[in-house]
């Protein structure tokens, strides 16, 4: 009798799972089998499509290589250390996860547009932050850095202090304890919320097109070609970049991530 | 040597201390106390990873209490071995190695691999070298990480309950390994564990810790027989702690509330006594039997039987409420049952007092 509760209890699970799964699967699969089978190279032989796809991987990695650099330092401070102010600054990080997009790009044309304080400061350098791919990567960097800052800083905290411990009466300073100790078992999570990150980027539209609608990456050109041309032309750019996240997502969480799921059970 | 003058150490609204204690070079010592008596935190402050909050902490004569921990030459190594996940035994061994004694070897360029090769085989791990820590049992690991905290030439070893997560087989070969490892490297080291077996075959000192306050530092047959307070006396098994006040005319005289009076050895310290007497020192006779002239004889009934290994806990009601350690043999030749009457005598060497705080 118990096995059967539970028998039914995992196919409830199981029904509920594969209702949300294909609510995910649908319309993307309906998108690719709308566009036909030519579709991958018509649009790759567009040059506006191909170099707006290439300026949309390539921004939404510059933005996740910044927010690495200074966002795993912070992550890490978040994990270790108790101090006034610390959960005001989670709540900050996690601002831009409940911001209208749209609110976000205004907010950033306040303070990096051409009136803006970052602006004018940085003005007589040449470097400007609208209609630029600086302001793409801004404008990314902003919304989808919640990602990996939360992500590495769970991760980082599921480390065992003691082991930094450890090395350091081993002769090893703090940062050589959290290079050589804490980031070799930290670096899956972190590579997990690096790549939510650059996901998020890449599907950014609303702080993008207020902060730089030219250049165009691939959200603001489906959008102009659907409000141009109709469903049929804004397929072939929006099938591509899905099919691009996907197989980036595919390949990090089945060959870089293979201990995530239940072989981490017990692993620090 | 390890020294503590006055520290305290807190962690949130727990604080431990102030401590004093030495640990003489190349002494074993054990910090004994029950768990959440404040031990690790005292180790944590030696070891640099925990900040002192008053007092000084001295390792071989050197003031190390502002020293960050990767320079105070201290070792380290926590019950579960905590051994790098990401990296080989070898590699786990090897970590301490550039800062050893000096030496900057490098990796595993030739001393650094010498050592490595002693040291594997000084603590039994050889066969172990090229395994993940994964996939090594509890002891083994214990023995990797001892190891690796010996490759950096530590001037004092800090070992915080590293035989609580080992099964009892693998205890005792540690144990070995352990003191005999620390004798042959001449190193001086402060054991912290809440374990009386364990703490008692290794420690050449005991110091005892409860509720954050060093309550006694001695040999520990010194310490088991003479407790300084009933929370140590309780603390290391005398489970026959009972009130009483010293005989006006005679010194070693105590009389318990009950009424019955108790001999002892010495002079009792004061007027108002704990008396202890550890149950191993309760000898149980069938009635009559106890020798004549026996002191301290106490007619009682038995009242409960607990079988621990190869001894059975006897609990007996009497005027002065006792438990006795007898062995299975002894108290199956006594035809020991509950309800049973029998005679209990204590020698007077065997009761420790201590004045009534």
Not at chain 2, 36 to 62: C, I, N, S, W
Not at chain 2, 106 to 123: H, N, Y
Request: glycine letters at 10%.
């Amino acid at each position: 009798m118990r096995g059967r509760r539970l028998s039914l209890f995992w196919a409830a699970c199981a029904v509920a799972g594969a209702l949300l799964v294909a609510f995910v699967v649908l319309p993307a699969a309906s998108m690719i089998a709308g566009a036909g089978a030519g579709f991958l190279g018509e649009a790759l032989r567009q040059g506006d499509i191909r170099r707006s796809l290439w300026l949309t991987v390539s921004a939404a990695l510059i933005a996740t290589a910044i927010a690495f650099v200074v966002g795993v330092p912070l992550a890490y401070l978040l994990a270790r250390r108790d101090f006034v102010g610390k959960r005001a600054i989670e709540g900050i990080i996690d601002l831009p996860i409940v911001f209208p997009h749209t609110a976000a790009g205004i907010a950033l044309l306040m303070v990096w547009g051409r009136d803006g304080i970052m602006g004018r400061l940085l003005a007589p350098f040449g470097i400007s932050f609208t209609e630029t791919v600086a302001g793409i990567v801004l404008a990314m960097l902003f919304v989808s850095l919640p990602f990996l800052v939360d992500t590495s800083r769970e991760t980082f905290a599921l480390v065992d202090e003691r082991y930094e411990h450890v090395a350091r009466t081993l002769g090893s300073s703090p940062g050589g304890a959290f290079l050589r100790v804490t980031f070799p078992q930290a670096w899956r999570g972190v590579l997990a919320g690096a790549v939510l990150m650059w996901g998020r980027g890449i599907s950014e539209f609303g702080a993008v097109v207020i902060l730089a609608y030219n250049p165009k990456v691939i959200s603001v050109l489906t959008f102009e070609l659907f409000e141009g041309f109709g469903l049929r032309a804004a397929q072939p750019p929006a099938v591509l970049i899905v099919i691009v996240a996907f197989v980036v997502f595919l390949v990090v969480r089945t060959v870089l991530l293979p201990r995530r799921g239940r072989s981490r059970k017990g692993s620090a | 040597m390890i020294g503590l003058r006055g520290v305290e150490v807190a962690a949130g609204a727990f604080s431990v201390g102030p401590l004093d204690l030495d640990v003489p070079a190349g002494e074993y010592a054990v910090l004994l106390g029950p768990s959440g008596a404040g031990k690790t935190l005292v180790l944590e402050a030696l070891a640099g990873v925990r900040r002192v909050r008053a007092g000084r902490l001295f390792v071989d004569g050197a003031d190390v209490t502002r020293l960050p921990a990767e320079r105070r030459r201290v070792g380290l190594v926590f019950q579960d071995g905590l051994l790098f996940p990401h990296l080989s035994v070898a590699a786990n061994v090897a970590y301490g190695f550039h800062r050893g004694n000096g030496e900057r070897t490098g990796w595993l360029r030739r001393p650094s691999a010498e050592r490595l090769a002693q040291l594997a085989e000084e603590v039994g791990i050889t066969h172990l070298l090229k395994r993940r820590p994964q996939t090594l049992s509890g002891g083994e690991r214990q023995r990797v990480a001892l190891a690796r905290a010996l490759a950096a030439r530590p001037r004092a070893l800090l070992l915080d309950e590293p035989l609580s997560a080992v099964d009892v087989e693998a205890r005792e070969e540690l144990q070995e390994v352990l003191r005999s490892v620390c004798r042959r490297e001449g190193l001086t080291v402060l054991h912290v564990t809440h374990d009386r077996a364990e703490a008692f075959a290794l420690a050449d000192t005991c110091a005892l810790l409860v509720d954050g306050t060093l309550r006694q530092t001695g040999r520990p047959q010194d310490v088991l027989r003479w407790p300084a307070d009933e929370a140590v006396a309780r603390f290391l098994g005398a489970r026959n702690v009972v009130r009483a006040v010293r005989d006006e005319s005679d010194a070693r005289l105590a009389h318990l509330a009950t009424g019955v009076a108790l001999r002892v050895a010495d002079p009792l310290p004061a007027a108002a006594v704990d008396l202890v007497v550890r149950p191993e020192d309760v000898e149980v006779w069938p009635v009559g039997a106890a020798p004549p002239g026996a002191a301290n004889r106490l007619r009682a009934t038995v009242v409960r039987l607990v079988l621990q290994g190869g001894h059975v806990l006897v609990g007996a009601e009497s005027p002065a409420p006792m438990e006795a350690l007898v062995t299975a043999r002894r108290a199956e030749d006594l035809g020991l049952r509950v309800g049973a009457a029998v005679e209990l005598t204590v020698a007077p060497a065997c009761v420790h007092s201590i004045p009534t705080t």
